[in-house]
T-cell receptor, first 113, second 109 residues
């Protein structure tokens, strides 16, 4: 496989469920990102990991919990979400935190009932 | 605050030329990116400008004026497959990417 792979592509969950989104990059990059994409809104940066260390957490509610076990894998653990959390969650990677070009996965479409 | 403005939606005809504008107000500037995103797919990199002027890449060109806080993406010889959203993003002084909301481009035969 090449590029950035996200699973699952689609997820429907209730507000009391616990689920996780997975991202894997095969590009040898050192920085990985979680973004939230809602219709007609700019991409919202949620978390950044650089060399497995979390460098940014943009005031994201604690019901979203990231995990980066190594520089190739990134998870987003979801717990007691709200309907307004329904969105497309995009994972991206870059060579380094200051290397601008991002490589995105195709996203996980989340629906919270 | 930091802000990126681009039109919400544009319509153009197959074979024609379209220009998508982007204006920005950011804390510092370390480059401007354009990404293309087809419906249901990942955004993909189109172009990067850090110096003033025009960068040409096939049918696509991107222009930057740092003094005006302005960029445009020019698409020539439009094809139906160019129907997509085009995202403008600026890297600020902290190398944080500031994103516009995207321009949905509709191509009609």
């Amino acid at each position: 496989e090449t590029g950035v792979t996200q699973t699952p592509r689609h997820l429907v969950m209730g507000m009391t469920n616990k689920k996780s989104l997975k991202c894997e990059q095969h590009l040898g990059h050192n920085a990985m990102y979680w973004y939230k994409q809602s219709a007609k809104k700019p991409l919202e940066l949620m978390f950044v990991y650089n060399f497995k260390e979390q460098t940014e957490n943009n005031s994201v509610p604690s019901r979203f919990s990231p995990e980066c076990p190594n520089s190739s894998h990134l998870f987003l653990h979801l717990h007691t979400l709200q309907p307004e959390d329904s969105a497309l969650y995009l994972c991206a990677s870059s060579q380094g935190r200051e290397a601008g070009e991002l490589f995105f996965g195709e996203g996980s479409r989340l629906t919270v009932l | 605050g930091q802000n990126i403005d681009q039109p919400t939606e544009m319509t153009a005809t197959e074979g024609a030329i379209v220009q998508i504008n982007c204006t920005y107000q950011t804390s510092g500037f370390n480059g401007l990116f354009w990404y293309q995103q087809h419906a249901g797919e990942a955004p993909t990199f189109l172009s990067y400008n850090v110096l003033d002027g025009l960068e040409e890449k096939g049918r696509f060109s991107s222009f930057l004026s740092r003094s005006k806080g302005y960029s445009y993406l020019l698409l020539k010889e439009l094809q139906m497959k160019d129907s997509a959203s085009y995202l403008c993003a600026v890297t600020d002084s902290n190398y944080q990417l500031i994103w516009g909301a995207g321009t949905k481009l509709i191509i009609k035969p």
